[in-house]
């Protein structure tokens, strides 16, 4: 009787391209086997058998591409430049509800709107705000900040004082023209004592009398080179951010509430900031009537927990 010879499977370790092996006998049909082997790479093995009665079977070690867990290297140039790193601290820093120019002690005439029962609750708020953001005082300062910035840059002294004097004309109460008025002095005080630049007192002389807080921050801005449409959309972020604060507050409504009112104004601030910046000053106007009113109201109420 023929014994039956059993071939006992090896390991494989080399990582030749190509190893043959020969084995005896054992006649069986054309068979194609494929298995994969992981040795340090991962490599394909080919067995190929035939019915003679020497059997060839050829392994063919095969590399494979590896893949990773390591994180792709950062493309450096892919990164802000240091201009650019510069432009977005100082922007982060000026237009913070940190910095000190007073705006939380202003409401702008919401103050009255709520005690009228204009506003009421976060959907109401919701709804005057987008009013004033593209059809009121949002859109004109927006507009004076886009001009100023201009003419700051081009180091166009007259057309930076013509803009300066309109800008304070253009507000529609008195109380609206001491916010705008008292923030604009602070934030060019502070910028200029901690964020000196060359050209900056020039460009504050060159605006004469008293400068609106658009205009100050149009004006800042252009002397630290910070570019203009991300100075807009920082502002108007700043702008309805404390016009939010101070409708909390008078509600009342909750945090939830209010960044649910922000988040809701967003395509609204993108969209007054993209209509400022290809306006000009002919495009200047106003059509929200209730809220000038409300300005005007505010300083005859009884009480009152705001400025404007």
């Known amino acids: 009787m023929r014994r039956r010879r059993t071939i006992m499977p090896r390991m494989i370790t080399a990582t030749t391209p190509i190893i043959t092996m020969m084995i005896m006998p054992t006649l069986i049909t054309a068979i194609t086997i494929t298995t994969v082997i992981t040795i340090t790479t991962v490599i394909t093995t080919t067995i190929t058998m035939t019915s003679i009665a020497t059997t060839i079977i050829t392994t063919t070690i095969t590399p494979m591409l590896m893949t990773t867990s390591e994180p792709a290297a950062v493309d450096a140039g892919r990164g802000m430049t240091a201009d650019e790193a510069a432009a977005l601290y100082r922007l982060m820093t000026w237009l913070s509800p940190a910095f000190p120019v007073g705006a939380f ?69 008195r109380e609206r023209q001491l916010e705008t008025s008292t923030q604009g002095r602070a934030f060019i005080e502070i910028a200029r004592s901690a964020w000196a630049c060359d050209g900056l007192d020039s460009m504050v002389a060159a605006c004469g009398g008293s400068i609106v807080y658009p205009v ?14 991300p100075a807009m959309h920082a502002f108007l972020h700043a702008l309805v951010s404390n016009w939010i604060s101070a409708g909390a507050r008078l509600v009342p409504l909750g945090q939830t509430d209010s960044q649910r009112i922000l988040a809701s104004l967003e395509a609204d601030v993108a969209a007054t900031a993209g209509r400022a910046l290809t306006a000009s000053l002919d495009d200047l ?13 505010h300083e005859t109420q009884y009480t009152r927990l705001f400025r404007s």
């Open 105 to 173: 002690s202003y409401s702008s005439g919401i103050e009255w709107a709520v005690e009228a029962g204009d506003v009421t609750d976060a959907a109401s708020l919701r709804d005057w705000l987008a009013a004033m953001l593209s059809e009121g005082s949002g859109f004109c300062d927006a507009v004076f900040l886009a001009q100023a910035h201009r003419a700051a840059s081009a180091q166009d002294e007259v057309s930076l004082r013509e803009i300066a004097e309109l800008a304070a004309a253009f507000v529609p109460s």
């Open 216 to 229: 100050a921050v149009g004006l800042v801005s252009a002397a630290h080179a910070v570019p203009l449409a």
């Open 285 to 297: 106007g106003s059509a929200t009537f209730r809220a000038d009113l409300a300005s005007l109201r």
